[in-house]
């Protein structure tokens, strides 16, 4: 659609936004925080989840809970690859690789890197079978040693692919789901296989300890003062975020940084690598009544606009690393139904990564007001993005300028996402000499711009 050829009247709303991008201001880059966890699901028809997530342009996929939406496959998990702990760790025969193997090639053919967790998918079955401290903590981290040698250094009849990230367990917090031990028996876990897996593989990045919180301010804060005491790395720090306070979720990463710095791990990079918006809390997830349209609100606009709206604010934050949950069709959780058809969150998702694409970060004001998020960036050719992530706000009538853009010259498009479009042409647009007026309705939508 080319909106310079819409009228110049100004659609009447209830209120209006002023935005102003100066496109002579360039204030950085904007950084790509849209990872996820999860890949194309190996089940029904991988080709068809594939071609959707190869659009998000995913920078990182986090292998965690692969086995939800998976089958009977043996996917990623230490007892998964190595089923038999008392076998002899250096005999390959020891371990099963074929499974995991086909499922990072297909995450790989998305073009994202490999956040490989080191440890077990939660089970949320009433007997847990595998969430338990290992036997041997350092039988454990010679068998993860042999894991990582299978991925990146050809072991095994292995491969070369440069997995970078490693993770060390998965929530131990939590309580018998995710680890049966106490949480000084997972701080020994991290300790003991942390520096034995860096002393052995000095360039990669080992981290932990996906904490289900940044509020958990005493465990966090003893986790980290014995790996200061006991000399453990942390190459990343990672927790996990499920709410609706967006500017909450948004300041996370400065608890995070202040947390790391009192003990000396200042370097130490910062991944939130497991967020979704989640209104209602657990409470009510919990009960049969709410899910529906509990899932609903999750994956509609009010989930894509939060989303967005997310991965703008932490752009002005210390934040390395997000990886939302998930990338797959994993319900509620999912961004693809169980068909393969994108939901709302999404195109949340697409939005800023197409934004992404004009990577030259420009100044816009104000970035955030009254629910009102926005993020502005130039490609190499010239083209200017804006993406304005309205969360629940009200019916307004949006104003863009953009200083140094003559706009009446230009191709404009402006695409929308609410309960009527899937990032797709919105009608309610009209152009003056300098002015984008986006004519918007009660709720939550998302904007995308173009100006090439």
Known sequence: MNTSQQPDTAPNTHCTLKINVDSSKEIGH???????????????????????LVKLDIPVIRLHDTNWENGNLRLVDVHHIFPVFDADPVDPASYFFLH?????????????KILYRLGTC?????????AHPPKDYEKWTHICANIIRHYNYGWANGFHLNIEMWEIWNEADLGPQMWSGTWEDYIRLYVTSSKLLKAQFPDLKIGGPGITGIHCDEKIEQFLSVCQK????IDFFSWHNYGEDLD???SQPFKAKAFLDKYGYSATELNLNEWHYFPGGWEKFGDKHHRRPLNDEMNGPDGAAFTSAVLTGWQDTPLDLANHFTGSMLPPWGIL????????NFYGILAFSKLANCPVRLHASPSSQGGVWTLAGRAA?????????????????IELRVDGVDIPMRHVSVRAID?????????????SKDTISISKTNGSAVFLVGIA
Do not use: W
Not at 122 to 130: D, L, N, R, S, V
């Open 337 to 344: 139904d169980s068909f393969g058809f994108p939901m709302k």
């Open 30 to 52: 904007v950084r790509k925080l849209h990872g996820t966890n999860l890949g194309p699901p190996m089940i029904y028809f991988p080709d068809n989840f594939l071609e959707e």
């Open 230 to 233: 006991e000399g453990a790395p």
């Open 419 to 431: 309960s009527a479009h899937d990032l797709t042409a919105y009608e309610n647009v009209a152009i």
């Open 122 to 130: 939660i089970e949320q079955t009433e007997k847990k079978y595998f």
């Open 100 to 112: 995991t193997d086909d499922y990072i090639d297909l995450c790989m053919k998305t073009g994202a």
């Open 248 to 250: 909450e979720l948004v």
């Open 381 to 397: 050719d010239g083209t200017v993005g804006v993406l304005i992530s309205c969360f629940k706000s009200p019916s307004q009538n």
